[in-house]
């Protein structure tokens, strides 16, 4: 069910709006690729963009981010935490990244709320742009069901009539919060949805389900069972040859939240800040401890480790998948190591 | 004084290893030495068989200091020897590069090694708690500079983005609007810095010497990127690929090693005051202003007035760049490729360094590796100038009554004055006068 | 599994933020190690259960991982036991009495104590392992009648490197434990037991599997020979407790270092079940 | 007490040392926290009384190994920096030609004059107890040393290769673009300056870890269709290639 039908011009003049009381990101073209990028206008954002080369996270997790500030002072000392309250938009996330943010908020809810995280995000205002098909060659999120997003998002535009010539694009619009509700009626933009749009919803759902091609065959349903059972499988050392250990992988996909914490101080000693920066549990140290043992030393057992986080682990954790099938690690491998390959290498060993 | 010995190991505030060794016995010059104790590096050898787009950024590794400018004089070379024609927005970013390698290296010069000889301490140290303000302009005006090196090329030493061809990166237009905004306010600082030049004692010391720089033809632009060799006792311009022409590397017979010389005199000088010398009426108005303020006037044959034309340079290198991020900003910066070579073949570029002409040779075999290389560095030219200088100061250091700390003093300004790079000396410079 | 919560160890609204406590006095054990008494700024207990660990830090170095190795009945303050191992404890090492470091937990699960009220305990510690069990062995020596009958097994490489020296010589004379020592290396002045720990198993007495609880806690190469020995003696699985050790970063269960297959040790640890532990392949390696 | 620094230089181009100078911004500030009582390139006075001594550039003469081993015996702490003296930078080049015949090249009859030895990082002659390769080394890394110094921390070099930078900086793969990047193999630290700049990383900081290079050996054969020879090439561009770990 479609909440209000839109076009695109009345969007970007919604978000021109916005920009007033928000900083502004969204994907912006840099010769071939795009890139999530602040804006100072909407007219900068091009939302006919196939995919953003990283996800939005390191606006919500940057790389690096101080935690606290310290001052030592008479044999003791005193810390100040750092939040980030900034408002933020972020303009045209796929149903890849929605899910994958929603897996953030999960992760840094539970148990231990982690507000260096929780004030960013709910300072954050997201606007998804649903996908009709795939972005790019390779992705895999219509196995993983990344691409459909029911939640996460602030309201979520589905491109109902497409122009190609980058005129004005019809969005059936579905509002995911009260304030994604607000965003778009207390400027009464665009017209509530006739029956003739709700047909036009349909129709593109359906074609949309035909439109992402299996690249898991066999179901990713029983991937965790497969990995289950793959434990021993010689393909993560025949396949570890190759990885680098550049980690490559881990940062750039748009669920991994590792991180490592250190402390920087100045020159002057006494002052300094507590930081995080993101690391990844394909890097050669990430299981390592004092005096040298590591407890993942082999590449091999650190590509199954990944594997598992993405494919299983996360899953049984948290509730939510650990991949969302964007496809932004097999693109980030200079090894040309594919998730997906494994997957469907494994399924036929058995 | 009828009897000295000097002997500085090494002379410092220099950059690379040089030592001066004097010895006078009643009255008589029996040694008068700078010796070169740089390792020699062999670049011109083992660039043989590296690849063609490798030569830049190999032989900017010559220099720390003036590595823009063999990145510049390398990547001419190599276009030259690969018929690469760059474009126009190219041409500007690399004269706005050089031109700020140019401000940075006068600047670490004047204020870093020179300026203390003047104030009368060791280093620019002491100068931080007694002439903090003196101090802290200087490292604004350093930073500025290498800030611009860092836009264009990444970072100053060895730059990143200067390939043969043109760049792999272009800076943002706000980034060179910010840059612009900067060297107009720096026109305080080289203000101030005239103004303390003027009350510095500079030696009077004269000796009738050619000086070769680049100039470029007709009314074009005070020569620091390209031109033909001119000199004062040559003004016919020489191109080039002809520089062996006016560069004549000889062995001498009380040296082992060999002397640049030209085809004029048996040694010349070559940097901030040749350029001046040659180029005068092509500065900047506001250049030529300081020059007048600093009492500057082509030919001055006193080579302690380099650090005076250096001075003069700084201005002009500001004002040029600021008219070259105006030009940029006109014609809207845009990302070109790098032009890719049509042929292999031989080439030669050359470039003003900060402290004078330099010139890179390649020979390149039809694989596209590099087959032969020469490079010709501008200390390597200036040693037997300064050598010259040397002895025909000692006569009247030895008539002053100074004493043997003082005469030893003067020597190494003197030295220093030239700014001599001696690492630079990859070819040719290991020099021991016997 | 367990997921505790309690955020009310974190100050203010960040996780991060260590409190700071004072050192109230250092003792020497070993070469390496050292026994640092704290107090929590303003005072009061820690609240900690006994295996659980707190994040010690030193602002502008680091912070580190270290068990509690006090009883929590030991109010007024608590105690750790640091080996220098690198940056952070090195630094801890330069300490004195009179200093500061920061303070962030009790974190982890540890030991369930109310789950061994009523049984009898045995307790088998290698090298500095126990560190985190002496927290355990003053609860039960505190409350004594709680428990029955209490086995205490600890085995160090040499004399030198035996922790607790006092603790050592006071559990020996103690009619309350059953307690036994060994070194690998004895030197002169040894009289003990040689040998690997699980020689000292010899020394116990038959044990009621049903009623036993085990905890183990050593280096890995330990841990699998002496569960052998436990379920040698039909202690069921369950009744195995063992603490986990991994690189660690947040302690909250967010940064990953400590994920061990599927669990983080740092949340649903460092004290595990041996059952629940089987099915980890990283955990026993 | 201050500590007492030293900055020196052998066969190099003194980049290395330049580079301190280029820490405008803190470079008052560490002449607060330090006294450098020795830096031939910037001041005349000279002590031999030194705590840490920074030598960039490699060995590759008699009187270099003379003077690095003189350096060692006057610093109570001796750090390399700048590829010159981690990996002996460049300046190895030489080394896989025929000696004679690359001294005549240069130096024609005079070669006599110029005693060479192949070029070695200073480690191969001195015990060194700290390392900031990069060329030039990286200014901040610089800068962090002290830092840690002054702390009594000990420094650690980055163990992660540059791809994380270029992760963390969000900027595109350079291999996206068809580039052959050394990024994967090299050590980070360097703020993945080259690819930031549209270069590809030319692995100025070293060899991250031994496996790396053995994948990229398979990799670039087999992935990429690159010849081995074109790659050692690459690597040997900065000392940073060791014969005996490729594939
Ligand atoms: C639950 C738990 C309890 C522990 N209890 C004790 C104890 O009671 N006494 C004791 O001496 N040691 C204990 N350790 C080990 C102790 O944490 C490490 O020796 C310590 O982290 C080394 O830190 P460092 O900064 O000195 O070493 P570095 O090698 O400089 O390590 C840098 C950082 O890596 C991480 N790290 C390194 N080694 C370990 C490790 N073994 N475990 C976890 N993180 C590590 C830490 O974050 C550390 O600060 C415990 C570890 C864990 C996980
Ligand atoms: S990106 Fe590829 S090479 Fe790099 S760590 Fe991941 S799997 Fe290995
Ligand atoms: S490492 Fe590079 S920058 Fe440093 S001295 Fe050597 S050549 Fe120069
Ligand atoms: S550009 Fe180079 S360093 Fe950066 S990610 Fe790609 S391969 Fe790695």
């Known amino acids: 069910m ?28 840099q010769n071939d690729h795009y890139f999530y990028e602040p804006v100072d206008r909407a007219d900068r954002l091009d939302l006919d963009f ?4 990283y996800g939005p996270k390191a606006f919500l997790l940057p790389p690096t981010q101080t935690l606290f500030r310290f001052k030592q002072h ?32 999960h992760a840094f809810a539970n148990t231990h709320p982690d507000e260096h995280y929780l004030t960013r995000r709910r300072q954050t205002f997201i606007v998804g742009i649903d996908c009709p098909g795939p972005c790019t060659e390779g992705v895999f999120c219509g196995d993983m069901h990344g691409n459909e997003a029911t939640t996460g998002f602030d309201v979520m535009c589905y491109p109902l009539s497409r122009d190609d010539t980058g005129g004005d694009v019809r969005y059936g619009v579905v509002f995911g919060t009260d304030a994604g509700r607000e965003f778009i009626l207390y400027a009464q933009a665009g017209d509530p949805p006739s029956v003739e749009d709700e047909r036009a919803f349909e129709r593109y759902q359906i074609e949309k389900q ?68 993101w690391d990844g549990c394909q890097l050669r140290s990430f299981a390592e401890v004092a005096g040298g043992h590591n407890f993942r030393e082999a590449p091999a057992s650190r590509l199954r480790h990944r594997i598992y986080r993405k494919a299983k682990w996360v899953k049984e954790r948290e509730g939510i998948a650990g991949c969302v099938g964007c496809a932004r690690c097999d693109r980030a491998c200079t090894a040309k190591i594919s998730s997906v390959e494994i997957y469907n290498q494994l399924a036929e060993e058995r | 004084m009828k009897n000295v010995t000097i002997d500085v190991k090494h002379v410092t505030r220099v950059e690379g290893h040089g030592n001066i060794a004097v010895n006078v016995a009643d009255g008589e010059i029996t040694k008068l030495e700078l010796q070169i104790v740089e390792s020699p590096r062999y670049f011109e050898a083992f660039l043989r068989g590296r690849r063609w787009y490798e030569a830049p950024h190999i032989s900017c590794r010559v220099c720390g200091i003036c590595s823009v400018a063999h990145t510049t004089a390398s990547v001419k070379a190599v276009e030259a020897a690969t018929g690469i024609e760059v474009t126009e927005q190219t041409l500007l970013l690399r004269k706005l590069i050089l031109n700020a390698e140019q401000l940075q290296s006068h600047v670490l010069h004047l204020y870093f090694l020179a300026v203390p000889d003047y104030l009368g301490v060791g280093s620019v140290i002491p100068l931080a708690s007694t002439h903090g303000d003196v101090v802290k302009r200087a490292l604004r005006m350093k930073k500025l500079a290498n800030d611009i090196c860092a836009a264009i090329g990444g970072r100053h030493i060895h730059p990143i983005a200067v390939h043969v061809g043109g760049f792999t990166h272009f800076p943002k ?4 609007v910010g840059l612009k905004h900067r060297l107009e306010e720096s026109r305080k600082d080289l203000f101030e810095t005239a103004k303390l030049f003027t009350t510095l004692a500079v030696p009077d010391f004269t000796r009738e010497t050619e000086f070769l720089s680049l100039q470029c033809g007709g009314n074009g632009e005070y020569a620091f990127y390209d031109g033909d060799l001119v000199s004062t006792k040559q003004s016919e311009p020489t191109k080039v690929e002809d520089y062996r022409t006016r560069v004549l590397e000889s062995v001498v017979p009380h040296s082992t090693a060999k002397h640049s010389r030209s085809p004029h005199s048996p040694a010349y000088m070559v940097g901030a005051l040749a350029r001046f010398n040659n180029n005068a009426d092509r500065l900047h108005p506001v250049a030529k202003e300081v020059a007048e303020m600093l009492g500057l006037r082509p030919v001055c044959q006193n080579p302690f007035h380099n650090n005076t034309a250096q001075l003069v340079e700084c201005v ?12 940029l900003l006109t014609r809207g910066l845009k990302e070109e490729p790098p032009v890719k070579p049509d042929r292999f073949g031989k080439g030669a570029g050359t470039t003003e360094a900060p402290r004078g002409i330099l010139f890179h040779e390649y020979e390149i075999d039809g694989d596209g590796k590099i087959e032969g290389a020469n490079l010709v560095i501008p200390t390597a030219q200036n040693l037997a100038n300064i050598e010259a200088d040397m002895r025909a100061m000692m006569p009247e250091l030895l008539d002053s009554g100074m004493s043997k700390e003082q005469m030893t003093l003067r020597l190494e300004m003197l030295v220093r004055a030239y700014d001599p790079c001696i690492s630079c000396s990859v070819h040719l410079l290991d020099i021991e006068w016997d | 599994m367990p997921l505790i919560e309690r955020t009310s160890m974190y100050r203010g609204d960040s996780l991060y933020e260590p409190r700071p406590a004072e050192i109230t006095a250092v003792e020497k054990l070993t070469a390496d190690e050292n026994l640092y008494t704290i107090r929590l700024d303003g005072g009061g207990p820690l609240g900690h259960d006994p295996g659980q660990f707190v994040q010690v830090s030193l602002v502008g170095i680091g912070e580190c991982p270290i068990s509690i190795c006090s009883s929590p009945t030991r109010l007024e303050h608590f105690q750790l036991c640091i080996r220098r191992a690198g940056e952070v404890t090195e630094h801890i090492h330069r300490l004195d009495a009179g200093d500061t470091v920061g303070i962030r937990g009790p974190l982890g699960h540890g030991f369930q104590v109310h789950e061994l009220h009523g049984k009898d305990v045995l307790i088998v510690a290698g090298g500095l392992g126990i560190a985190p069990v002496r927290s355990l062995i003053q609860y039960i020596l505190d409350e004594r009648s709680r428990f029955g009958a209490f086995h205490l097994l600890y085995g160090a490489r040499s004399p030198a490197e035996m922790l607790f020296q006092t603790d050592v010589i006071r559990w020996r004379e103690n009619k309350d434990v059953n307690f036994h020592t060994t070194v690998d290396r004895p030197d002169e002045q040894w009289r003990g037991h040689t040998g690997v720990v699980t020689t000292l198993f010899q020394e116990l007495p038959k044990l009621d ?9 050593g280096p890995p190469v330990m841990f699998k020979f002496v569960v052998l020995e436990v379920l040698g003696r039909r202690i069921p699985q369950k009744n195995v407790y063992c603490s986990l050790e991994r690189r660690m970063k947040c302690g909250v269960g967010k940064c990953g270092h400590c994920q061990a297959n599927n669990v983080y040790v740092c949340l649903e640890g460092p004290v595990f079940r041996y059952g629940e532990l089987k099915a980890l392949r990283e955990a026993i390696g | 007490m201050r500590p007492r620094i030293a900055i020196f230089s052998l066969t190099s181009c003194e980049g290395c040392s330049l580079a301190i100078l280029e820490l405008e911004d803190q470079l008052l500030s560490i002449l607060d926290a330090v006294e450098i009582v020795n830096f031939r390139e910037g001041m005349t006075e000279r002590s031999w009384d030194i705590d840490i001594g920074f030598v960039d550039g490699a060995v590759s003469t008699p009187e270099d190994k003379r003077e690095v081993e003189h350096f060692r015996e006057c610093c109570t702490k001796l750090v390399a920096i700048g590829a010159c003296a981690c990996l002996g930078g460049l300046n190895t080049l030489k080394n896989y030609q025929d000696e004679d015949e690359y001294r005549a090249y240069v130096y024609g009859d005079c070669a006599k004059y110029f005693p060479t030895t192949p070029a070695q990082p200073i480690s191969a002659v001195v015990n060194v107890d700290h390392e900031l390769p990069g060329c030039p080394m990286v200014k901040e890394e610089f800068l962090k040393f002290v830092t840690f110094a002054l702390a009594g921390r000990t420094f650690k070099l980055p163990e992660d290769p540059v791809c994380v930078e270029c992760k963390k900086k969000g900027i595109l793969c350079l291999y996206e673009k068809g580039i052959i990047c050394l990024g994967p193999i090299t050590r980070g630290g360097c703020n993945a300056i080259c690819p930031s700049y549209g270069a590809k990383c030319e692995g100025c900081r070293g060899i991250v870890a031994e496996d790396a290079l053995k994948a990229a050996g398979v990799n670039l054969r087999e992935q990429y269709d690159v010849d081995l020879a074109d790659v050692l090439a690459d690597v040997r561009m900065f000392g940073a290639y060791q014969e005996k770990t490729l594939p």
């Not at chain 3, 599997?209 to 806690?217: Q, Y």
């Open chain 1, 2 to 29: 479609l909440d209000r039908v839109l076009s695109r011009k009345r969007l970007l003049e919604l978000v021109d709006e916005l920009a007033h009381a928000r900083r502004i990101v969204g994907p912006v073209k």
């Open chain 1, 50 to 53: 196939s995919y953003c080369v």
């Open chain 1, 74 to 105: 008479a044999g003791t000392f005193e810390t100040t935490p750092e939040h980030n309250d900034e408002p933020l938009g972020i303009i045209g996330v796929h149903p890849c990244d929605v899910n994958a943010i929603r897996l953030l908020d």
């Open chain 1, 210 to 277: 035909a439109a992402f091609p299996q690249q898991i065959p066999y179901g990713v349903d029983t991937l965790p069972d497969l990995l289950e059972r793959s434990y021993d499988s010689l393909l993560w050392q025949a396949t570890a040859r190759r990885c680098y250990s550049c980690g490559s992988c881990n940062l750039s996909c748009p669920t991994c939240y590792c991180f490592n914490m250190f402390d920087e101080q100045e020159l002057a000693l006494g002052t300094g800040e507590r930081k995080r920066e």
């Open chain 2, 173 to 176: 237009p706000d980034e060179l």
């Open chain 2, 316 to 327: 002009h290198c500001t004002e040029h760049s600021i008219e070259l991020i105006d030009q």
């Open chain 3, 209 to 217: 599997p049903h009623e036993t609880m085990a905890i183990i806690v």
